[in-house]
Antibody, heavy 123, light 107 residues
Framework: EVQLVESGGGLVKPGESLRLSCAASGFTFSNYNMNWVRQAPGKGLEWVSSIDGTSSYIYYADSVKGRFTISRDNAKNSLYLQMNSLRAEDTAVYYC????????????????WGQGTLVTVSS | DIQMTQSPSSLSASVGDRVTITCRASQDIRNDLGWYQQKPGKAPKRLIYAASSLQSGVPSRFSGSGSRTEFTLTISSLQPEDFATYYCLQHNSYPRTFGQGTKVEIK
C-alpha cells in the first residue's frame, strides 16, 4: 500500500526555520518525482516545489525561491523541505505528493498525497 | 507561467443535478491536466488524470474532457458525498499551477 506521511510541522516565529519530512512506503521511491504543495487556512492549493527521482531537476515557486530547499534521500525513502526565513504568509498545511514523470517538465497528475503537516508562522 | 482560470468559484446544486466545472489554461498544455476533490481537513483526492482518464475506484458519474486550453469536469448526477471543493492542476510545465477551486454546495 502506498503511503506518504509528512512530519515536522509546528509553530515558529517569523524569520525562523523548519524542516519538513515526508516518509514514503509501498512503492519504489526513486522512480517518482516528488512535490510539495501547500494550502493556507481557508485558501486554495499552491504548488511549492518539485524534485525528480535523481535530484537532478529541482523547481520552486517564486514565493519560496531562495528561502526553501527541497531534497530527497532515496536510501531512506524520504523527501524533505528545508524552510528558512519563514514568513506569516508561509502558514499552511504542507502536503507531499508523488508524480510520474513524462519528460523533464511534463508529468502525470500526482496521484498519492500525504495527510499534510501544519506550519504556523506567528510571533 | 501558465495561468489556470477555474469557474465557477462556487455553485449550489441539488442531489441528482448535472454539474460542470471548467478550467481554462493561458496556453496550450496538451492534456496535462488533472482534477481533484477535496473535503474539509482532508488531502486532495485525484479524480481525473490526463484530462479524461478516470482514476481507479472513482465513480463513473465523474468525467473529464478537453485538451490544449479548455477542460471540463462533469458530475453527471450529483450525490450527497460529492459536496466538496474541486481543483484543476496543470502539470505541463513549471511552475505547476492550480485553478482557484470550485466549492460545490447543497441547494
Amino acid at each position: 500500500e502506498v503511503q506518504l506521511v509528512e512530519s515536522g510541522g509546528g509553530l515558529v516565529k517569523p524569520g525562523e526555520s523548519l524542516r519538513l519530512s515526508c516518509a514514503a512506503s509501498g512503492f519504489t521511491f526513486s522512480n517518482y518525482n516528488m512535490n510539495w504543495v501547500r494550502q493556507a487556512p481557508g485558501k486554495g492549493l499552491e504548488w511549492v516545489s518539485s524534485i525528480d527521482g535523481t535530484s537532478s531537476y529541482i523547481y520552486y515557486a517564486d514565493s519560496v525561491k531562495g528561502r526553501f530547499t527541497i531534497s530527497r534521500d532515496n536510501a531512506k525513502n524520504s523527501l524533505y523541505l528545508q524552510m528558512n526565513s519563514l514568513r506569516a504568509e508561509d502558514t499552511a498545511v504542507y502536503y507531499c505528493a508523488r508524480e510520474v514523470a513524462i519528460t523533464m517538465v511534463r508529468g502525470v497528475t500526482p496521484d498519492y498525497w500525504g495527510q499534510g503537516t501544519l506550519v504556523t508562522v506567528s510571533s | 507561467d501558465i495561468q489556470m482560470t477555474q469557474s465557477p468559484s462556487s455553485l449550489s446544486a441539488s442531489v441528482g443535478d448535472r454539474v460542470t466545472i471548467t478550467c481554462r489554461a493561458s496556453q496550450d498544455i496538451r492534456n496535462d491536466l488533472g482534477w481533484y476533490q477535496q473535503k474539509p481537513g482532508k488531502a486532495p483526492k485525484r479524480l481525473i488524470y490526463a484530462a479524461s482518464s478516470l482514476q481507479s475506484g472513482v465513480p463513473s458519474r465523474f468525467s473529464g474532457s478537453g485538451s490544449r486550453t479548455e477542460f471540463t469536469l462533469t458530475i453527471s448526477s450529483l450525490q450527497p458525498e460529492d459536496f466538496a471543493t474541486y481543483y484543476c492542476l496543470q502539470h505541463n510545465s513549471y511552475p505547476r499551477t492550480f485553478g482557484q477551486g470550485t466549492k460545490v454546495e447543497i441547494k
